[in-house]
């Protein structure tokens, strides 16, 4: 269906790779004006040429840019937050630095564009904010994820309380879940695991292998997800957490 987005205005981030990018795109194919931002500005190319309105340079974990966006670009209709990190270790293995900086960038930078975007959205009494978490951390433990899973069941805390305190001023909050999918991140840990295990194609079949449906997911399918609860079609739906995890969690 083409047009399900058509006279909404989205602001999302991590727009570079993975589900950020194929979120953006995907609004912007859904009739969505889309502002896309990344930190790596150069890892947008490609998107206005597709659709897209805007790229522009942000850093999630800079507060005052935010806000300085959230001004310069006035309500909008939607507000996709999907960046992360992916933190490997125990406990013991977590410094204070990487706590830190894993809820810094993987819960606080939603903290902040709901922050600076939500009064917009409350003005013109709409708006659904989309928050990326994850089946680790929502639902079940993951070997050494800790401050990674952590972070996401933080995601579907904060995703919650957002949802319950505007429920009745127009604001939807909701949280995809997602299970192991296809993105240079994950090629990036299958890299790095290869050293551990003899090699990339090994790490790959092991990642692939411990997926019920046999296979990874794929960051459109997720894409998929955050159109539908950026449309009117998704208008009852508030304070969900959505999982798309080729049965992981069973």
Known sequence: MTDRLKGKFAFCTASGAGIGRATALAFARAGARVVASDLNEAAMAGLREAGVAECVALDARDTSAIEAMAKRLGPVDVLFNAAG?????????????DWDFCFDLNVKSMHRTIKAFLPGMLAQARGSIINIASS??????????????ATKAAVVGLTKAVAIDFIGKGIRCNAICPGTIQTPSLDERIKALGRDVGGEEKAR????????????????EMAHIAVYLASDESLYTTGSTFFSDGGFTL
């Open 85 to 97: 990190f992916v933190h490997h270790g125990t406990v013991l293995d977590t410094s204070e630095r």
């Open 136 to 149: 680790v951390g929502a639902s079940k433990a993951a070997p050494n994820r800790y401050v990674y899973g």
């Open 205 to 220: 079949r092991m990642f692939i292998e411990r997926q019920p449906m046999g296979r990874l997911g794929t960051a459109d």
